[in-house]
């Protein structure tokens, strides 16, 4: 099966089901605008090769591989909104669409490489969240130097991260990845969010409203635009 074949229905699954929801067969033959029949086909591919679990009748899930591919393509999808949007200044309505077409032509190394032109930005133009790389740093500034002296081999084991905004009350996580420009990351240096810091997100506030943190047994309330660009390793709950 074709790449960009199976990163479509890998893409269409997670965007209707979510990282642990199921998506119906009918489901993604309307978005993908393929009969079920098809689809059904495509499924039984997908899961022998592991990307997917897929249960006859119900739908399909991704698996752990499967939401890597997912992520990956969410994130190439998304900073290239951003390029085609802020750098070559495409029609806000074309953006979509032209991002849609090109993510599956790109290289992960391309991608990274936008991001570091780009200042690792944290959302796209529509507003969605951006999910880092993979690569084993604390800070972007790491990935910036590394380029300049081509140390690649510093980026050898991808590692599992999550937004601090996905921690739930009272849950405790360390900081894995601070992202952004100097500025940003100097920021947040100066409110005593560095890497190896433990944290505990003590509440949300509703409508786009501060991030409450206990951080070295200090309460600290940051604005989202700060904690978007903070990523966790979430300590598991008893």
Known sequence: MPKEQIEEYIEAIYDIAGKTGLAKTTEVAKRLHNAPASVTEVFGSLAQSGLIRYEPYRGAALTDAGE?????????????????????????EKVHDEACRMEHSISDEVGDAMCRMLN??????????????EK???????????EVSKDSDKFAAPRKVVPLTDLRPC???????????????????????????????????PMGGPIELCVR????????????NIFVKAALEA
């Open 68 to 92: 890597e591919v997912a992520l990956k393509i969410k994130r190439k999808h998304r900073l290239l909104e951003v390029f085609l949007s802020e750098i070559l200044g495409i029609d806000p």
């Open 120 to 133: 690792a930005p944290a959302r796209c133009p529509c507003g969605e969240l951006i999910s880092p790389c």
């Open 136 to 146: 084993e740093i604390a800070t972007c500034n790491e990935c910036r130097n590394a």
């Open 171 to 205: 849950q405790k996580g360390t900081i894995a990845l601070l992202r952004g420009d100097k500025k940003v990351i100097q920021r947040l240096s100066d409110l005593g969010l560095t890497p190896g810091t433990e944290v505990v997100l003590m509440r949300k506030t």
């Open 217 to 228: 047994r200090t309460n600290l309330a940051v604005g989202h635009e700060i904690a978007d």
